[in-house]
């Protein structure tokens, strides 16, 4: 049996920098996108300070 995995990213287009990824094995759900979603924003964490909103 296969599994199609989904995968779910934001990238700042400016520097061309994923700032929030997932893999989940099947499709994704409304928490998992915005798990990834705050992910991105957060300038805190495993991503590093790429993220947020720049003044």
């Known amino acids: 049996m296969t599994v199609r995995s989904w ?10 920098t994923i700032t929030g990824s997932a893999i ?7 928490a998992s996108i915005l798990a990834v979603l705050r ?8 991503d590093g300070p790429a993220g947020g909103i720049t003044p």
């Open 7 to 16: 995968v779910t990213w934001f990238i700042d287009v400016t520097t061309k």
């Open 24 to 30: 989940t094995p099947c499709h994704p759900s409304w």
């Open 39 to 46: 992910a991105a924003v957060l300038r805190i964490g495993p």
